[in-house]
């Protein structure tokens, strides 16, 4: 159990200790300073310990923002400073100090500062003094916007009188549900699924419900919507319709509830990312299985559509990791996207376009409903499709018109993001780095590859340019991707990559091949996802032997391309069926054991509030 040291003097009829305790704080007096640094040493090393000015006057959701959010190893609001495992040393350290310079008395030392607006002036606070101290050690004190919520150590009556009226006019509750809201989200979420997800998502909190509990049950919902689908009835298809909706309301109720009770983890943001990409291309197989039964074969569609969507989220995170610690990173079009955000209609447009998520899943729940199959995948098609210009295009403007300087973090992120296997590995150290620029061996080889599988499809012609294309992907890497589009190299690799296999099924012109294919891909994508997660947490990529275990991408495009060649067509389709059992099996394992081992280790709590998905 947490808990909080009260300092300064006690105000008759104050509900701090109260407060805290609902919190879940155990709630300890301390008399002086020298008390307060007794009391701090006591408390276990591992347990979250908050030094609480008894005096304070404020909203308790204002001591919940400061006190118990898991994502910062220290933080503070006014009269109120807390620390994790990870942050007990510098406050040890800096309240070691106060004691010593105040002589063991509660008076003495710098003075508070005001944190938030309208914020009464203040007593001489203890807390804020160590703030002070800890700020002037360079230590990071994470300080939680409050908005209209009060938080403050009144001087005097008045002030304390003045303050309680403060929290009197602003209803706590009101506060915080609508801080559980997502602030940059789609339209359809915003208008559609928020007004009333966040009372859900209230709802489960009160329960003792976790934010991973409503992730798994979104994950359930949206298989037995991919289930429905591919009964391939209309009763089905309007059933899958029906509950896909319902599964992004959980969806949206797991980041509300995370935000809502401050149950932020570092497991949590993985599901949530995770089980995103397994709803949707899960029922993808399930409408493309119903579409089967009913006569009609859209595996092409399907495995187009996700690979498309893949290759899209891609994009996404190479630019955001090309770019997110870059200097002089600005542009005339990043400008030009800022003025236009101004304007409130834009906005709207501008997101809606891109095709997130909520804009996404609720066109292919209509479509489901309505129409068929096939006509929900050219709808998903076109939509990706367009979405995918639009971004890539205003991505490249930002890239060529910026003045940009990458760091050798984003190289590594970016050169990670390839997944380049032992065959790269082996080739650069016996053939000299090429002359010509990382993005133009890709190109090339991105290029050449898919359209051999087009025209001749599976032979030997088609091995040769895998070889051919395997030297370009080497090339390609041999330097540091610090190029201006060199965060295009990845989402090549993907295409090229994902576009063969899908191209080789097809040709191979036998039942099972495309859905095998489906799988195959599918595997790959987890894999190219969970570096981007892993990356994303600053855990680093896979581990080299998760790579060369799998082969890298140049290794495993050159395999199918040899398998396509060396089989019939039924032999290729049980080929397919095995290799991509083979990866499933191998990533999904390291993949579960890695994000498991890192929240039982205590990996630092992080939640995504990015672009929508």
């Known amino acids: 159990m947490p808990t909080a040291i009260l300092t300064g003097q006690p105000v008759p009829g104050s509900s701090i200790e109260s407060d805290l305790r609902d919190l879940g704080f155990d709630v300890r007096t301390a008399s002086d300073p020298a008390d307060a640094e007794a009391l701090l040493a006591a408390v276990p090393g591992e347990e979250r310990v908050a030094l609480v000015d ?67 002036a203040g007593a001489d606070s203890l807390a804020d003094r160590i703030v002070t101290a800890l700020d002037a050690d360079g230590a990071t004190v994470h300080r939680p916007e409050l908005g209209s919520l009060v938080a403050a150590v009144p001087a005097d009556p008045q002030a304390r009188n003045e303050a309680r009226q403060a929290v009197a006019a602003v209803d706590d509750e009101a506060v915080r549900l609508k801080s559980a809201v997502k602030a940059r989200d789609g339209f359809f979420t915003t208008f559609f699924i928020s007004p009333y997800s966040r009372y859900i998502a209230r709802w489960c909190a009160r329960r003792g419900l976790t934010p991973n509990q409503v992730t798994t049950a979104s994950l359930l919902t949206a298989l037995i919507a991919a289930s429905c689908a591919a009964t391939g009835t209309r009763a089905g298809f309007v059933a899958a319709g029906v509950l896909l909706i319902v599964s992004f309301v959980l969806d949206c109720t797991d980041g509300q509830l995370a935000r809502y009770s401050l149950q932020y983890s570092t497991l949590g943001a993985w599901l949530d990312a995770t089980f995103d990409r397994a709803k949707e291309y899960a029922y993808y197989a399930g409408l493309a299985l119903g579409a089967a039964r009913g006569g009609d074969d859209v595996w092409a569609l399907a495995l187009g559509a996700m690979v498309l969507q893949t290759c899209r989220h891609v994009v996404d995170f190479s630019f955001n990791e090309a770019n997110h610690d870059a200097t002089a990173n600005t542009s005339p079009t990043a400008a030009l996207s800022d003025k236009l955000d101004s304007v409130g209609w834009t906005v709207w447009v501008r997101r809606m376009i891109v095709l997130p998520i909520g804009e996404r899943w609720a066109m292919i729940a209509v479509l489901t409903a309505a129409t068929t199959p096939r006509i929900t995948f050219y709808a998903l098609l076109a939509g990706c499709a367009l979405a995918a210009t639009y971004t890539t295009a205003g991505r490249v403007l930002r890239s060529l018109t910026r003045k940009a300087q990458r760091t050798d973090r984003a190289a590594r992120a970016l050169a990670d993001l390839a997944d380049n296997g032992p065959l790269s590995e082996l080739l650069a150290r016996v053939l000299p780095a090429g002359r010509f620029p990382a993005l133009l061996w890709a190109m090339v080889g991105a290029v050449l590859l898919p359209l051999a599988a087009w025209i001749d499809g599976p032979g030997w012609s088609v091995v040769l340019c895998a070889v051919v294309y395997v030297l370009l992907s080497s090339e390609a890497v041999a330097h540091p991707l610090k190029g201006a589009l060199d965060w295009l190299v990845p989402p090549l690799f993907r295409a090229a990559e994902y576009g063969t296999v899908l191209i080789l099924a097809a040709k191979s012109d036998v039942n099972g091949a495309l859905p095998a294919a489906f799988g195959l891909v599918a595997a790959v994508a987890y894999h190219h996802y969970d570096t981007v997660y892993r990356i994303r947490g600053d855990a680093g990529a896979p581990p080299a032997w998760l790579v060369r275990a799998v082969g890298g991408q140049e290794g495993r495009t050159l395999l199918v391309t040899v398998l396509a060649a060396l089989l019939t067509a039924a032999q290729f389709k049980v080929a397919l069926t095995v290799l991509a059992v083979a990866v499933a099996l191998v990533v999904l394992v390291e993949s579960i054991r890695f994000w498991v081992a890192a929240h039982q280790g205590g990996a630092p709590a992080v939640h995504d509030e990015g672009e929508p998905a």
Do not use: I
């Not at 118990?68 to 620390?83: H, I, K, M, Y």
């Not at 100090?97 to 003495?108: C, L, N, P, W």
């Open 54 to 120: 008894a005096r304070f006057v404020g909203h308790p959701h204002a001591l919940r923002l400061g006190l118990t959010d898991p994502r910062f190893p220290l933080a503070a609001v006014p009269g109120a400073v807390t620390a994790r495992a990870e942050g007990r040393q510098a406050l040890t350290r800096a309240l070691a100090r106060e004691t010593s310079a105040a002589g063991g008395t509660a008076h003495g030392g710098t003075a508070r500062t005001t944190l938030s607006v309208g914020d009464p």
